[in-house]
């Protein structure tokens, strides 16, 4: 048995809805006295013998939101949380609870025991045995229980969340429930705390001097000592450097930091291009045994805010090109398995973005390992700005979470407090945030987003980035004005697009797909991102938004539910701004035509055609038939006026000599399902999955670009279906299909189904099938790490 354990306590819990103002069917929460004596003892249903059989079984991660009905209703904040049915107005879909049963043997009976919740949406009182062990207030950051006094080394170990989501913490859909992992950590009683270990480096010419801050804790009843030592190691595990062993000794319940620091020569740095991650295994030891052996994941890197020349990561140049991000993706809302972090990160990274802003709150673990993995830099933020003692406590959870990840580069500890962004409550509490963030971590600093001008007051006046959310065009203004405040845009652009929508729709809630329709207070991807990158004084920014997300339907509602800010939409695909965006933020070639051709009732008429390129000049032909050359202005896009014609459009690309060649073509009628899944292997862990994609084709394996035939999914082997989607924002259709009939209709010739894995080592089939059309089979191999 390992010294200590990390055990994974996702799966098996119970669900079943309370009630926030009927107090019977809240099973009696507000009607029996739950905290007169420690350990409840009573019939209640935190107590462990509470018969919870007939509840619902469910693996967490788990958001009870994404399974409720759409609902059309006035009521405040429906819109901008997506038309669900939870927050006060809707008691009984508020209120969650959930039991966990587990058993210990009685041979750890001299080990510590902590319960660990990464994330509860929200407002989540926890029992455990019948004893109340806390509240997490937070929605987002998560939090940790010593349990250990309550153990039940003779049978049943019963834990009892009540999740009450009847307040809303954002104004976008937020999902509720126990929405990501949960742990038992079973250590010694001298152990290291799960935030306990700070890395952190500086870059010395070629080599790093690495500062490990390990903090140890004695729970034991008597004093005790104990040896600590860190090593290094390259990723393959190879040792590289070692620190001395320290005695160190810890008092009854106290806790010690020893700071250790080590050598590294020839660092290896963490860039974008080559995110590599070192490990460092902090050991403790009592006598000869190791008591508390643990890796962290590292990088080494330099950052730098230059006011006047920009950003630089490691010495080069590079300008911010962001994208900020609510955390639900289709079919499966907040609750996202490990793989969906990668997955989304991972198209992000395609499109040449280089940072993430976790909007508006502390994200899953998950999505900072994946950008540690994949090099993407995350600007981490804190859900509001507030410094009072429940809102410093999330803050400083939130950095001693995430100060180890390599991926993250900056703080946020706020964003659009209108009420005080500009006064002296504002003022005070920013400093009051920056002394804190100072301290738990001075080797990164911290921007809030404001949504103001060129305003020198509140907030801005002592934060050490300026954060713009939109008003793009006084950024040079506050420059002129602030010579030494490095500039951020914070939130940029919001071009609000239908993707393969070329026509206003006001019935069905639609925008076109280009690079037009914005909100007032935002402006075109055009428009931003030419001044963010022609003037070095910009270190760059963030579009509001990669993905589309639920909630927040602007500039329509109803029908609409969800956002249509993104560059990608809720399942990830791609709409014709994310090759504006292509273009100009890689070195790829790009040269991508919209809108599709075909369009039966225009023949004869006038289509604005866009080109999204990167080459010098392009040559757009219908059906054979040039209608013209046009050069590329840097970080535009060019337009034809073409009267329609079905057939051939195609464009051919100039770029440094070479030729570039794309084509859309008028389609024939739907004849068939085509499906790609992401990958062709998952491991049978009961937690990997796969993506997988749908087209509807006609005879030529050309996508028809308008299709909306239902599709239908059936699995054979062991793996589950988990969501369906289609990037739809007014579709109404369930993301959970709870009778067992997984079914979506294709929105623009796509949609998505999303899978997760089961435990035994066998083939899995997917069979997708479309009324009327040739269907397909997907085959995925399950196989063992
Ligand atoms: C910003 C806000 C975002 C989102 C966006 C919509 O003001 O910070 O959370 O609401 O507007 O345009």
């Not at 669900?84 to 587990?102: D, L």
């Not at 104004?171 to 429930?177: P, V």
């Not at 809102?391 to 991926?407: G, P, T």
Request: net charge neutral.
């Amino acid at each position: 048995m390992n010294a200590q354990e990390k055990i994974s306590l996702d799966e098996d819990w119970k669900f079943h809805f309370g009630h926030a103002s009927n107090l019977d069917k809240d099973f009696d929460y507000s009607k029996t006295a739950l905290l007169h004596k420690s350990n409840v003892f009573a019939t209640t249903i935190v107590n462990p013998k509470f018969v919870d059989t007939t509840w619902k079984k469910i693996n967490v991660p788990h958001d009870w939101v994404v399974e409720l009905p759409f609902v059309k209703s006035e009521q405040v904040e429906m819109d901008s949380h997506g038309y669900k049915p939870v927050g006060g107005a809707y008691p009984e879909t508020s209120i969650g609870w959930y039991r966990k049963h587990f058993t210990i043997e009685k041979s750890r009976n001299n080990k510590r025991f902590e319960l660990q919740f990464d994330g509860i949406y929200r407002n989540a009182e926890i029992w455990f045995n019948g004893f109340y062990v806390g509240t997490n207030f937070s929605g987002y950051v998560g939090n940790s229980y010593d349990v250990s006094d309550y153990i039940n080394f003779e049978g049943d170990n019963v834990i009892v969340v009540r999740v009450d989501a009847t307040q809303y913490e954002g104004w976008f859909y937020e999902g509720a429930g126990i929405y990501r992992h949960v742990w038992l950590n079973i250590t010694d009683k001298v152990f290291i705390p799960e935030d306990g270990i700070f890395v952190h480096s500086k870059v010395k010419g070629k080599n790093a001097e690495v500062t490990i801050e390990t903090t140890i804790q004695n729970n034991n009843l008597k004093n005790s000592n104990c040896f600590v030592y860190s090593y290094i190691t390259d990723r393959n595990g190879k040792i590289l450097a070692k620190t001395s062993k320290q005695k160190v000794a810890l008092g009854i319940r106290k806790d010690f930091t020893l700071k250790q620091k080590l050598n590294l020569n020839n660092a290896r740095l963490w860039s974008l291009e080559d995110p590599y991650l070192y490990r460092v295994i902090s050991v403790v030891k009592s006598g000869n045994q190791i008591v508390h052996q643990t890796k962290t994941r590292f990088g080494i890197k330099t950052v730098q805010f230059d006011a006047n020349k920009g950003f630089f990561l490691n010495g080069k140049k590079i300008k911010i090109q962001g994208t900020n991000n609510h955390q639900d993706h289709a079919g499966i809302g907040s609750a996202l398995p490990d793989y969906m972090q990668y997955y989304r990160i991972k198209l992000l990274k395609e499109m040449g973005s280089n940072s993430y802003r976790a909007s508006h709150n502390a994200p899953t673990p998950e999505l900072l390992e994946a950008c540690d993995s994949l090099g993407m830099l995350v600007l981490d933020e804190q859900r509001l700005l507030n410094s009072s003692p429940e809102y410093v406590d999330q803050f400083k959870r939130l950095i001693k979470r995430d100060r180890n990840h390599a991926s993250v580069f900056l703080w946020s500890i706020g964003n659009e407090e209108q009420n005080i962004q500009g006064n002296d409550y504002g003022k005070r509490i920013a400093q009051t945030l920056l002394a804190i963030q100072e301290d738990l971590d001075p080797t990164r600093t911290s921007t809030y987003a404001a949504d103001m001008a060129n305003e020198f007051k509140g907030v801005n006046e002592v934060i050490p980035i300026r954060g713009f959310n939109y008003r793009e065009f006084a950024v040079a203004d506050y420059h002129r004005d602030h010579l030494n405040q490095p500039l951020l845009g914070t939130e940029m652009g919001s071009t609000v697009t239908t993707r393969g929508i070329y026509e206003k729709d006001s019935i069905r809630a639609y925008v076109p797909d280009q690079d037009i329709t914005h909100p007032w207070w935002a402006s075109k991807a055009e428009t931003w991102w030419k001044l963010a990158a022609q003037n070095d004084y910009w270190l760059g920014g963030y579009v509001w938004t990669g993905f589309d997300y639920r909630g927040e339907p602007t500039p329509y509602k109803w029908p609409n539910i969800s956002s249509h800010f993104g560059i990608l939409d809720v399942c990830g695909f791609p709409k014709n701004i994310y090759y504006y965006y292509k273009s100009w933020w890689t070195n790829e070639d790009i040269l991508h035509i919209s809108p599709h051709w075909n369009w039966p009732e225009k023949v004869g008429k006038p289509i604005d055609v866009w080109v999204n390129s990167n080459a010098d000049e392009v040559e757009l032909f219908l059906n054979g038939k040039s209608l013209g050359k046009k050069t590329m202005e840097r970080n535009s896009h060019l337009q034809w006026n073409v009267t329609y014609e079905p057939g051939t459009l195609e464009a051919i690309g100039y770029k440094n000599g070479r030729k570039l060649t794309t084509k859309v073509e008028t389609t024939n009628h739907a004849t068939k399902v085509v499906a790609v899944a992401d990958k062709t292997t998952v491991l049978a862990d009961g937690k990997d999955g796969v993506v997988v994609n749908v087209s509807i084709v006609d005879d030529k394996g050309r996508e028809v670009p308008v299709a909306d035939n239902m599709v239908k999914f059936y699995i054979s082997g062991d793996a589950k279906i988990i969501g369906v989607g289609n990037g739809d924002p007014s579709s109404h259709e369930p993301d959970k299909c709870a009778d067992g009939t997984w079914q979506r209709s294709a929105f623009n010739g796509k949609c998505q189904v999303i899978i997760q894995a089961g435990k035994k080592i066998e083939d899995l089939k997917l069979e997708v099938k479309s009324n009327g059309l040739s269907s397909t089979v997907v085959e995925i191999n399950q196989k063992n790490k």
